[in-house]
């Protein structure tokens, strides 16, 4: 159970004097941030410790492997590309950024990172000019997938790995792969802008413009471990305790399978846009309210979640850039963290009321985001299971600056879409900004989730947010997730069973014209066990003919005492054809109340298993165990 004084602040809606409060602690921990000890170049003696975030990834990839660690970028480029100034470029960020050469190992049981001397990038070049169209298109893809999968090794200290693949004396694609233990999304943008910087330097025999920079990745780890420590540790702790007390270990969504014991990460995408006028109007909601873009859409997936599973505590994680120092905003290395957003839907508020928790939750998160997810699973010690990720199962994440096409002197480039089979949460919502709306896509595991029951999912998310705009003080359990042909189908198409049949005719009759027709089609299947209708209809008449024999007839009444099995279907249609009636005895109700039922029907027989003989009351109705009898 959720503790009540948490749930309760939670519920509470936030004043504006709180709501101001938060953004006065937020602003001054920016501030503070700023004016506290800066990050600054370590001792160059010894091998430096890994961050909290390099850390529990390395340890990850021991447990589990690389490819779903990995972050991958594939450019086409167009134009008369010079390949060896391509080379010194990604040379010249490689000996930039130390992390881009890093290894890892155990030192003394202390997981250090030993930083390689620079050296030449070594740039493979795969020629596909001499295939055809579809052969080269086809090819290209299968080099971009198996390069964008292949593993890194993280002893050896090569993070950055790029291939060039020639489709044309003027048409390339470049894979450029780099692991996340080295890397994030923020650090992507700052290795293609370099790359552009660089090449278009190089091509023209300038030296490199790019200033030197002030400190290294390296350098932030050892600062990170000395500045969360003392007091500065504890405030954050002490907020993420209480925050997170009582949270449901796992998010209950239903899936399509069963939970695998161990997580296989295998996964699969599905798009999802957002109009530009439903944008609009989402923004307009949240500037109406106080709250931000994201807090609008996090609101409306966190119902979402609610509904799907039917739990009213959700928690979701969200990734932030971390990069709140200036020193960090220019280099590339894994700084991303994230937060769990844990909202409180119970009591049936309206969309704006649970906007209010979602905000307070937020604000209350970023004021607190300097603490690493690592070192706040190290402190709640949440209980590990391989099945699932510990604290949150679902992401979600909107990114205001997507990446568009980059040109340089004389080449154009433009990102190239590939699938990457991975997934490294349950569910995850990626979402960005562009200038047609909002785009984004859902990220699932595809050993939970068929691609039909995310796509049903989508369309639930983008019909929700539509009736959010459209009448935000309505209660959640009355925001509809059904559109009208969803609807329709539901309610009305697949409730239309009505069926014409000859009125004057039995339903065992109905059953054994059928078995006439097709005395050879599978009619029934219990485990290993098939019956064709012939077959079913054959152990039918048998029985019927031998309750025919113990006086069944009109009028007469059969108790069927049976678990699901072939037997109780047989019961059944032998008590039709015999003439009675039979009445269901439950196995599992007290003797009592089966003796009451035998002798308000007036059974005089009772069809049965032999397991489930001693289960029945003393009576003086004949007994037929179906098991142990078939030979009468």
């Not at 003027?170 to 923020?186: K, L, N, P, Y």
Request: some cysteine; hydrophobic content about 40%; overall charge negative.
């Amino acid at each position: 159970m959720m503790d009540e004084r948490v749930s309760n602040s939670r519920r509470a809606a936030l004043s504006p004097a709180k709501l101001a409060l938060l953004k006065k602690r937020i602003r001054q921990g920016a501030e503070s941030a700023s004016e506290s000890r800066a990050v600054t170049r370590r001792a160059r003696t010894g091998n430096p410790p890994m961050s909290f975030a390099q850390q529990r990834l390395w340890f990850l990839c021991q447990l589990e492997g690389s490819p779903p660690y990995h972050t991958p970028r594939a450019l086409h480029i167009t134009g008369e590309l010079e390949v060896g100034v391509l080379a010194r470029s990604l040379g010249e960020i490689v000996r930039r950024h130390e992390s881009l050469r890093t290894a890892f190992a155990l030192e003394d049981g202390r997981p250090v990172q030993i930083i390689r001397p620079p050296q030449p990038l070594h740039l493979p070049v795969v020629d596909l000019s001499r295939l055809n169209g579809e052969e080269q298109t086809r090819e290209a893809r299968r080099l971009v997938g198996e390069e964008v999968l292949r593993p890194f090794d993280l002893s050896e200290g090569e993070l950055l790995r790029v291939k060039l693949i020639k489709l044309g004396d003027t048409e390339h694609v470049a894979v450029m792969t780099v692991h996340h233990i080295a890397s994030d999304g923020w650090s992507m943008g700052i290795l293609t802008r370099e790359l552009a910087a660089l090449y278009d330097a190089f091509t023209q025999g300038e030296p490199s413009p790019l200033p030197e920079l002030p400190v290294q990745y390296a350098d932030f780890a050892v600062w990170q471990r000395e500045y969360l420590s003392g007091e500065v540790l504890e405030e954050q702790l002490s907020y993420w305790r209480k925050q997170l007390a009582g949270a449901p270990p796992v998010l209950e969504l239903p899936t399509d399978r069963p939970r695998p014991a161990v997580q296989t990460f295998r996964g699969a995408k599905h798009p999802i846009n957002l109009t530009r006028e439903l944008t609009a109007e989402l923004k307009a909601l949240g500037q109406r309210e106080g709250a931000t873009l994201y807090m609008v859409l996090l609101a409306a997936f966190q119902v979402l979640l609610s509904r799907y599973s039917g739990q009213e505590d959700v928690v979701v994680g969200s990734p932030i850039a971390n990069r709140n120092r200036a020193e960090t905003e220019s280099l590339i290395g894994f700084f991303v963290n994230a937060l769990a957003m844990r909202t409180d839907l119970s009591g049936d508020p309206t969309f704006v009321e649970l906007l209010g928790r979602v905000r307070e939750t937020s604000l209350g998160a970023y004021a607190h985001q300097d603490l690493p997810f690592e070192k706040l699973i190290e402190e709640l010690q949440p209980e590990r299971n391989l099945s699932h990720t510990p604290l949150f199962q679902v992401t979600f994440a909107l990114h205001n600056a997507p990446a568009g096409a980059l040109k340089l002197r004389g080449l154009e480039l433009r990102p190239v879409e590939f699938a990457v089979e991975a997934a490294k949460f349950d569910l995850s919502l990626l979402m960005g900004e562009s200038g047609r709306g909002i785009a984004g896509l859902f990220e699932y595991r595809s050993d939970l989730f068929n691609e039909e029951t995310v796509r049903r999912l989508a369309t639930h998310f983008q019909n929700l947010l539509e009736a959010v705009v459209k009448d935000p003080s309505r209660r959640l359990s009355s925001l509809p997730l059904l559109g009208p042909k969803e609807r329709e189908r539901l309610l009305v198409r697949w409730n239309d069973t009505r069926a014409d049949y000859p009125p004057d005719v039995c339903v065992h009759e109905l059953f054994e014209a059928h078995a006439q027709e097709t005395p050879d089609a599978e009619a029934l299947v219990f485990d290993e066990e098939r019956v064709s209708y012939a077959e079913l209809d054959g152990r039918a008449n048998k029985l019927a003919r031998h309750l025919r024999g113990l006086g069944v007839g009109p009028e007469s009444r059969v108790g069927v005492s049976l678990t699901r099995s072939i037997e109780m279907v047989v019961a059944l249609l032998a008590v039709l054809k015999a003439g009675g009636a039979y009445v269901p005895l439950d196995p599992n109700h007290p003797r009592e109340r089966l003796r009451q039922m035998l002798e308000d029907a007036e059974v005089k027989v009772i069809l049965t298993q032999t397991h489930l003989a001693d289960r029945l009351p003393t009576t003086e109705a004949e007994v037929v165990r179906l098991d142990g009898d078939r030979e009468k």
